[in-house]
């Protein structure tokens, strides 16, 4: 809401890379298990593999002869001798079934007795062990190429081994089954006590690094608050800045108008601050302006909103209850009182008095609008200096009056005043708008009434901006995105200032509504297309034209011709394509077309004639 605190985001770039983090650490601990696994599997393998081709080969140098792996065969005794041999190595180690095989896969003797002559069909290891190279690996027993019979385990660890004779030939094949359950429980057990260990690691260092992340988290976030604290707020008195006051206002009001209540504002004026200034310097201005803000500060209760309004003028808000009507002026009476104990002594003067006028008003009764009631309160102000000064007075005037000889486009004049006084460059690019709308509003051919509307609208699309703080305003580089959200309420609280205006319809929609695009990608509501009133769709594109040619704080102005072709890629995303086409018809073809830096200075109205 326009006035409070804008919302900080939460900082999420520690905290995304914090999860990056835990990521990275789950997938390196899982990666890390399954190579290790991996690893692990494979000497254990190997380890297996080579104790099993040993024993292999001590059977065959115990007695396997060619004569056993030759058809017919061996006899019977001598395949009872075999098995019986084979039987040996199946009480140790954890093997299951041991066979010796032809190379055509015919069984000649296994650690189970009854399968010699027998011929399982052959698999691909088998074939591969048959052409000289031995394989290894863990199988489900059902597909694991041994003979009939149960192996008597769900997994086994298939090992299949050529027998080479002196010259390279293949002359059998033994193929060992092994209980795989005990290698498989081991490789969990590994894998399981790498993971413990990377987990419990990384636990330690994300909770060092939470720690950390928490503690810089904590560091930036109140680095934003003071940048945004900082941007609110008048470096030499520390109160809050003049656009800070005029949003907070606003709101106040807003939440009264809700609520039926009432605001109280009081405008405090140093007397004689020009003179002191003048005659003394500045420095003797800073203190004046110190001891009055630590007077108020300490007078002022909670509920009062302070801040400097002026070079010289403190701006109080109090709000919102029936029973505080005369609150503000029995607290700067206080002031007043306390400021009397302070004085000034320079080397050539006697000690000089410090001392203050005040304005007071209150919302709805002097005022049933920010500019109104502000205009109220300033010429209640006057009045008080203009009558020797050292006053305080209370405004005396009814629901909706604006101050004596005041009108309501007298305020709203002086208020783009106010903006030339806080940032030149909105005031020439406001006024540069109204001549650019004014002229594609003639090429459209609307009537007077509509075009004086449009001039007008032209000249105040930016009064908001004088709640923008100054910082930001004026930035000379690329805004960030705290600021920019700052920047857009502008709009809002420039339809805030306008809309109690009479017959301001229209000017309050393109007040409003000048940033929204064609394509419902603007601010603040989101608008596209027709949905965006004609009157802002018209001055969004003097507004876009303008922008472009002007030289700001954080770039230069573009040309004419290049700020033309700009305007026409615009179109139909962020600008009205019909008026864009009017408008560039316009500058491209008429003799009255107006130019970047050629207008006079617009007005809202013509000042009277003073008696």
């Not at 004596?404 to 030149?424: E, M, N, P, Y």
Request: negative net charge.
């Amino acid at each position: 809401m326009l006035g409070s605190r804008p919302r900080l985001r939460r900082p999420i770039l520690l905290g995304l890379v914090y999860g990056a983090f835990l990521t990275l650490v789950g997938i390196t601990a899982g990666a890390q298990g399954s190579m290790v696994s991996s690893h692990f599997m494979a000497v254990s393998l190997q380890s297996i593999v080579g104790s099993d081709a040993a024993t292999v080969r001590g059977l065959v140098d115990g007695g396997l002869t060619t004569r056993d792996l030759s058809p017919p065969g061996p006899s019977q005794a001598r395949v009872e001798a075999l098995e019986q041999r084979l039987g040996t190595l199946v009480v140790r180690d954890g093997i299951l079934r041991a066979e010796i095989r032809r190379v055509d896969g015919t069984i000649v003797a296994a650690s189970a007795p009854g399968l010699s002559g027998e011929r399982p069909a052959l698999g691909p290891e088998f074939a591969s062990a048959a052409g000289g190279s031995a394989d290894a690996a863990i199988v489900d027993a059902a597909i694991s190429g041994a003979g009939p019979g149960d192996l008597g385990s769900p997994s086994v660890l298939r090992e299949v081994l050529p027998v080479m004779a002196p010259d390279g030939t293949v002359l059998a094949v033994v193929g060992i089954w092994r209980d795989a359950v005990p290698i498989l429980t081991r490789l969990d057990d590994v894998r399981r006590d790498i993971v413990t260990v990377t987990m419990t690691a990384a636990a330690a260092a994300a909770i060092l690094l939470f720690l950390v992340f928490r503690s810089a988290q904590g560091r930036i976030s109140r680095q934003a608050a003071e940048l945004v604290e900082s941007a609110s707020r008048d470096p030499l008195t520390g109160l809050r800045n003049h656009g800070t006051l005029v949003g907070l206002l606003a709101e106040r009001i807003e939440e009264a108008r809700v609520a039926g209540s009432t605001v109280h504002v009081a405008i405090v004026d140093i007397d004689n601050f020009r003179l002191l200034n003048d005659h003394h310097g500045h420095d003797a201005g800073d203190f004046a302006l110190h001891v009055v803000t630590e007077v108020l500060r300490q007078e002022a209760p909670s509920g009062v909103v302070l801040g400097r309004y002026g070079p010289d003028e403190f701006l109080l808000i109090l709000s919102p209850s029936a029973e505080d009507d005369d609150a503000l002026e029995s607290l700067i009476e206080r002031v007043r009182a306390s400021l009397v104990e302070w004085g000034m002594q320079f080397a050539d003067t006697e000690q000089l008095p410090l001392t203050i006028s005040a304005g007071i008003g209150a919302y709805p009764l002097d005022g049933a609008s920010v500019t109104v009631l502000l205009a109220t309160v300033a010429a209640t102000l006057q009045l008080a200096k203009s009558s020797g000064g050292d006053t305080v007075r209370v405004a005396q005037r009814q629901p909706d009056a604006p101050a004596a000889g005041i009108s309501s486009f007298d305020v709203l004049q002086a208020l783009v005043f106010s903006v030339d006084t806080k940032d030149r460059y909105t005031k020439r690019h406001s006024e540069d708008v109204a001549r650019y709308a004014v002229f594609l509003a003639r090429r459209l051919g609307l009537d007077d009434e509509m075009c004086a509307s449009i001039r007008t609208a032209g000249l105040l699309h930016d009064v908001g901006k004088i709640g923008v703080p100054d910082v930001i305003l004026r930035k000379p580089g690329r805004l960030t995105a705290e600021e920019y959200e700052i920047v857009k309420n502008h709009v809002a609280l420039g339809d805030m200032i306008v809309r109690d205006l009479p017959d301001a319809d229209q000017i309050r929609a393109a007040v409003r509504n000048h940033h929204e695009q064609w394509d419902g990608s603007g601010y603040l509501d989101r608008l596209a297309g027709e949905e965006i009133p004609f009157i802002a769709r018209l001055l969004a594109v003097g507004d876009a034209f303008s922008a472009m040619t002007t030289t700001r704080p954080y770039r230069k102005g573009v040309g004419v011709r290049e700020a033309l072709r700009r305007l026409e890629d615009a179109s139909g995303t962020q600008l009205d394509e019909r008026l864009v086409a009017v408008f560039i018809d316009g500058i491209e073809n008429a003799t009255d077309a107006p130019m970047p830096g050629d207008g006079r200075p617009l007005t809202l109205w013509t000042p009277r004639a003073v008696a």
